[in-house]
């Protein structure tokens, strides 16, 4: 069973004895719990694979303190990341850059690695007080639903020794991945950080389902079509009273934005929406919901990542 305990200088240190012991620890960050080890130790990290039974194929996210200790991670740091990490860390950006000759792969990636810096001050305390650049996938089983509480780490994760608790996540929805290995920028998962914000500051951003110079498009390896999804099965639907609920698994329950009326009746504003989803969706499931009527989001580029995460919820 987990231990869950206050980020205090005494908890931290607990975590950091753990991490340099190779083993894992599950912190807040300011959009959604990772489950962190030294990402170039090769026990740590395979610890976190089997803890969420997490294909190898798909690699992981290297948290590091500042854009010093990114730019070691990489020989090719480009002008473009700068700009980029200049305005956007600390922050939900994740940028994949081709990683240094000497660092060994995390998974299966292929030459490239994937970097942010974290804007919560326990995951910034913890990056600094271990020295260590911390591997950290979402902190739940995979395929599962991300945690935006420690309790929703310790119900997904009953191994996890320690979980740092930070209280709630802000942004409730996992960083925006962007490829800048390219000439173009290209978008590997839609995410915290808009497309519009990060057009302002980065011109064209190739999309996931686009053509690109190079030929296909790579998505994120991640991105399997069922994933971020609730043990009840999530349908999406225009309207959630049009639905014919005979053939349905009961008890049903309907998960809607203002304007209309549901179980669980969320923002309609998307940072507000994308803050409060996966909670609300641990919600349904802890309640013993069968099947969740899911109304449809409107069709714009704002909730790319909240219809992202529904899709793949009800794939
Ligand atoms: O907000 C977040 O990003 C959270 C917090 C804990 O930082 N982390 C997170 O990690 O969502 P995870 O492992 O659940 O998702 C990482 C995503 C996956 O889609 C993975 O395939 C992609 O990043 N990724 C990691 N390394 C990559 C690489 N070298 N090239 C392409 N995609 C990569
Ligand atoms: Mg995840």
Redesign the pocket.
């Known amino acids: 069973m987990s231990t869950v305990i206050q980020p205090d200088a005494d908890g931290l240190r607990r975590a950091v004895e753990i991490l340099r012991a190779d083993s894992v620890v599950a912190f807040p960050?300011e959009?959604?719990?990772?489950?962190g080890a030294h990402a170039f130790s090769e026990k740590a990290v395979a610890e976190i694979y089997r803890l969420k039974n997490?294909p190898t194929w798909?690699?992981?996210?290297v948290?590091v303190a500042d854009v010093a200790a990114a730019r070691e991670l990489t020989d090719e740091w480009p002008d473009r990341a700068d700009e980029l990490a200049a305005r956007f860390w600390p922050g939900?950006l994740?940028l994949?850059v081709r990683?240094a000759a000497h660092l060994p792969g995390?998974?299966a990636?292929?030459d490239?690695?994937?970097v942010?810096v974290?804007a919560h001050p326990v995951a910034l305390d913890l990056l600094r007080a271990s020295g260590l650049p911390l591997a950290?996938?979402?902190?739940n089983r995979s395929e599962g639903i991300?945690p935006t509480t420690a309790g929703h780490v310790v119900r997904s994760l009953p191994d996890v020794p320690l979980v740092l608790d930070g209280g709630t996540c802000s942004?409730g929805?996992?960083?925006t991945?962007l490829?800048v290995t390219g000439d173009v920028p290209r978008l590997?998962?839609p995410?915290?950080l808009g497309l519009r914000i990060l057009r302002d500051a980065s011109g064209t951003i190739a999309l996931p389902e686009s053509e690109t110079a190079d030929g296909v498009a790579?998505p994120?390896?991640?991105?399997s079509r069922r994933h971020y999804a609730p043990r009840a099965r999530a349908i999406l639907c225009k309207d959630v009273r049009d639905v014919d609920r005979s053939g349905l698994a009961e008890p049903i329950a309907t998960l809607v934005y203002e304007g209309s009326d549901g179980t669980e009746v969320l923002s309609a504003d998307p940072r507000e929406y994308a803050a409060d989803l996966y909670a609300a969706l641990h919600r349904l499931d802890d309640a013993g919901v069968a099947t969740i009527l899911v109304q449809e989001p409107p069709q714009t580029e704002d909730w790319l990542a909240v219809r992202d995460r529904l899709s793949r919820a009800a794939a």
Do not use: Q
């Open positions: 960050t959009t959604v719990y990772g489950l997490r798909n690699p992981l996210i948290h939900p994740t994949v990683r995390i998974g990636s292929d490239t690695v994937a942010r974290p950290a996938p979402s902190a991300s942004w929805i996992e960083s991945v490829d590997l998962r995410g915290a790579r994120s390896p991640g991105m």
